[in-house]
């Protein structure tokens, strides 16, 4: 019987090329430190919601949006004048100590309703913040083509990060208290900065012809006004699309929040409980995704493309909340939250984020964050008032769930229109790229004998790519 090296079970599990491990590797890493820093903070975040009154999740909600509205412009202000490499540790080592302040206030129990409420609203941007940074770099530092391969097995890094999240804070928040976890947190927001340095080295120490390009690439601010990202995202159709995609879905998933809410407080009254019950909802979404992004994910973008897989999510919201309509219960809720996170992360998630792959630099940071957090925080905002609203109209869970029938029906076609867009414009730009090619090749032939190898190759928007 022959025997399974590393190297071949990797194979096995994604289509991975040579050349191209390591720095899958380390991105994988990287993801699995954010998102285990993260989810050992949300438990805590979703009782410390309950705790400051149901009624008052859509001031929450609104808060984090007025928040992320002063982000964006703090952030389009830093991308502007710093490279890449510095970038990425600035956010990251603002968070770490935005996280030490909150252990002090909440050990020394410092105005304690007001810093549950901040804590709350800090988290929400913390996570959009931090997760859409991680995926501006892996847009930037990868092809289309292989992110439609590598995605998926970059995205259950973080899946392993979310699983390790909850179990932690199940095993030590009882004996420690929930404050003396965020400066483990911290520190897996530093290890994550480690792997940042870890692939920034790789790209830059890359042999070949394009090497020197990355390199200096790397070391250049993204450029632009603090704005730019706004301005560019409300020029683009695509992008508009991908805002409304993103609009819609967040809707959808403030929805499922407030039930969630509202249906738990009702059926358990003891703290203690409903934050196992959100741990435990945790882990068995992040089981279902990792089990997705390892086994279904690529094949299901390989075989159908990425309009139909960002069509399941919605179809499956469908389903959900035609359930939910008819039997508002804790039981439908719960499979419903678990089916739709773990869609989410392991298959819309990845998919919406090869989307960016073909776009420019400054619009994979500048207008993919505003996307992913002004874009999705205002849509939580939005959706938490309408939620009210309608409970306000006299209707129930059910009345509720019904209205986001034909909702998921729209996000659906957004959906669709998207992937039959990039696809265009993938297929545009590899054409541009072998024209490019073919030329260089016909003006240099003898330069262009020895090839490009590894690491450092040029996308399909002209910036290097990892190999």
């Not at 438990?43 to 909600?61: A, H, K, S, T, Y």
């Not at 409300?234 to 879905?249: A, D, E």
């Not at 690529?298 to 897989?309: K, P, Q, S």
């Amino acid at each position: 019987m022959t025997k399974l090296t590393p190297a071949a079970l990797l194979g096995r599990l994604v289509q991975v090329r040579q050349g191209e491990a390591t720095a899958m590797l380390w991105s994988f890493a990287y993801f699995f430190c954010l998102l285990c820093g993260y989810y050992i903070l949300r438990p805590v975040r979703d009782e410390m919601g309950i705790q400051g009154g149901v009624e008052n999740l859509q001031w929450l909600f609104t808060g984090t949006f007025v928040t992320m509205l002063a982000a964006v412009p703090l952030f389009g202000w830093v991308s502007s004048r710093y490279p890449r490499r510095k970038l990425l540790p600035i956010v990251y080592l603002f968070f770490v100590a935005n996280l030490l302040i909150f252990y002090v206030l909440l050990q020394f129990r410092i105005a304690p309703t007001f810093t549950a409420q901040a804590f709350f609203i800090w988290v929400s941007v913390f996570n959009l913040f931090v997760v859409s940074v991680f995926w501006s770099f892996m847009a930037d530092l990868y092809r289309n083509e292989q992110a439609r391969r590598l995605f998926g097995f970059i995205s259950a890094g973080g899946s392993l990060g979310a699983l390790a999240g909850p179990i932690v804070t199940a095993m030590l928040a009882p004996a420690t208290g929930p404050a003396n976890l965020l400066p483990l947190s911290a520190c897996l927001l530093l290890m994550a900065v480690l792997c940042i340095y870890r692939l920034a080295s790789r790209v830059a120490r890359n042999p070949g012809e394009h090497a020197e390009i990355g390199r200096r690439a790397a070391e250049q601010p993204i450029g632009g006004n603090i704005f730019a990202g706004v301005t560019l995202a409300l020029k683009s159709p695509y992008l508009l699309g991908i805002g409304v995609y993103v609009v819609l879905g967040t809707l959808l998933g403030t929805f499922v929040y407030f039930h969630q809410a509202y249906i738990v407080s009702m059926a358990i009254s003891d703290s203690g409980s409903r934050t196992a019950l959100f741990a435990q909802i945790d882990l068995a979404v992040n089981v279902l995704t990792l089990v997705c992004q390892l086994f279904v994910v690529n094949r299901l973008i390989a075989r159908f493309g990425i309009g139909t897989t960002l069509m399941v999510l919605p179809v499956l919201a469908v389903v959900g909340f035609f359930l939910i309509g008819l039997a508002p219960t804790l039981t439908v809720l719960i499979a419903f939250q678990v089916l739709r996170r773990a869609g989410e992360y392991a298959i819309t998630r990845p998919a919406r984020e090869i989307l960016f792959t073909v776009l420019n630099r400054e619009e994979k940071y500048k207008s993919k964050n505003f996307i992913d957090t002004v874009v999705f925080r205002g849509g939580d905002a939005v959706s938490g008032w309408l939620f009210e609203g309608l409970r306000i109209l006299g209707l129930g869970f059910s009345g509720i769930a019904f209205v986001g029938v034909p909702i998921a029906l729209l996000w659906a076609g957004t959906g669709w229109m998207l992937g039959r867009t990039q696809e265009d414009m993938r297929k545009t730009q590899e054409w541009r790229r072998r024209t490019d090619a073919l030329e260089t090749d016909q003006a240099a032939a003898p330069q262009n004998s020895a090839g490009t190898g590894g690491m450092g190759s040029v996308g399909g928007d002209g910036q290097p790519v990892v190999r």
